[in-house]
């Protein structure tokens, strides 16, 4: 046994055995304090309340231009609500109105800040008890504007459900060509392209020497319609994982791919990248290029949800928001980037094959 050659080797030779503990030290206090790296804030009392409290963040001026994206705000959110946190998507319902969804099962429907509002509200989505006893974990949430009709998707059974305006599941399905996906990197960014096709990405990569290609799907229609679905691949950054995707008026999509830098406290980094669904190549292959990177000194946690609204005059507000992961070292936070679409790259031509080309012109 391996075990027992180590021993024996060690016995041997004393300068071996010095070797050994130094090799074995840092992996003992890895191993010791790992269990701290997700520590969670011990349980508060149990509180329904509806309230929300945002803390306006300090932003180094120098660091507030990120590429084409201005920062113009950061806030730490918080509640007292039991049900709040935990944050993996996120869409706009209305101008000024976002709501998040929980990788629990829960929403936060809220006013952007400095928005005069409905009050803040918690709650648990709507839908079948049985089936989200064990599955809840919603990763990824897109919203047809014309309809109202909110899509979300979940990690576990790799299930996406339509819900209506008022959060009520009107259908769901269990994807067959996610069957792949583990539960733990399962649908992580989805987006509702402008003809009603879905576009949705794995939080996994095609392998260890891939780990910047994003296996996915795209969609013809509702993905919780039969209709199959082809398989994708985007090629982002290596070492970054999707979390989170969103349409910009020009058809192009915004990507947020997200890295762990450090476990102990939990240290993260973050990308938006941009990606042309036109430019999909007959054999699913798809490249997205860099457009801002997220990293401190800024304010930046475990950003999973991202959305995008018009800011008139050819500009937008791109939001992000934080899963905490309930860990007493993280936080939620609220991040409103703003972008004039005169500054984004310009189009890219659509490889020449039909089906990039029937997306181009849809």
């Known amino acids: 046994m391996p075990s027992i050659a180590v021993l024996a080797f060690v016995r041997r030779d004393r300068h071996s055995r010095t070797m050994v503990r130094r090799l074995l030290l840092p992996l003992v206090l890895v191993l010791a304090v790992l269990p701290t790296t997700w520590l969670r804030s011990p349980p508060p009392p149990h509180n329904l309340e509806n309230r929300l409290h945002l803390e306006a963040l300090p932003l180094p001026s120098a660091e507030a231009q990120l590429g084409p994206f201005r920062l113009a705000g950061a806030w730490a959110l918080t509640s007292p609500n039991t049900n709040f946190g935990g944050y993996s998507a996120l869409v706009v319902t209305r101008p000024d109105h976002l709501l998040a969804f929980s990788d629990r099962g829960f929403m936060l429907e809220f006013a952007a800040p400095g928005q005069d509002g409905t009050p803040p509200r918690i709650g648990f989505v709507p839908g079948n008890p049985a089936l989200l006893k064990k599955f809840r974990d919603i990763e990824s949430a897109s919203r047809d504007p014309a309809s109202?009709?909110?899509?979300?998707?979940?990690?576990?059974?790799?299930?996406?459900?339509?819900?209506?305006p008022d959060l009520r599941r009107q259908?769901?399905?269990?994807?067959?060509?996610?069957?792949?996906?583990?539960?733990?990197?399962?649908?992580?960014?989805?987006?509702?392209?402008?003809?009603?096709?879905?576009?949705?990405?794995?939080?996994?990569?095609?392998?260890?020497?891939?780990?910047?290609?994003?296996?996915?799907l795209l969609f013809p229609g509702d993905p919780t319609d039969p209709a199959p679905a082809r398989a994708i691949t985007l090629q982002g950054v290596d070492g970054y994982r999707p979390t989170d995707m969103a349409l910009l008026p020009d058809g192009r999509l915004l990507v947020l791919v997200r890295r762990l830098l450090w476990p102990v406290p939990a240290r993260f980094a973050a990308k938006i990248l941009l990606a042309d669904p036109a430019t999909i190549a007959s054999d699913g292959s798809w490249q997205a290029m860099e457009l801002a990177d997220l990293s401190q000194p800024l304010p930046v946690d475990n950003f999973e949800g991202l959305a995008i609204e018009s800011a008139g005059k050819g500009r937008i507000n791109a939001w992000l928001i934080s899963d905490e992961n309930g860990a007493i070292s993280q936080r939620v936070l609220l991040w409103k980037l703003a972008l004039r679409l005169a500054d984004l790259p310009p189009k890219q031509k659509a490889p020449g094959n039909p089906d990039a080309s029937r997306l181009k012109q849809r």
């Open 171 to 216: 259908a769901v399905r269990e994807v067959p060509e996610m069957r792949g996906w583990r539960s733990n990197s399962g649908p992580e960014a989805m987006a509702r392209l402008g003809a009603g096709r879905f576009v949705v990405l794995c939080e996994c990569s095609t392998g260890w020497l891939g780990s910047q290609f994003y296996p996915g």
């Open 148 to 164: 109202g009709q909110i899509f979300i998707a979940l990690e576990g059974r790799n299930i996406v459900a339509r819900h209506g």
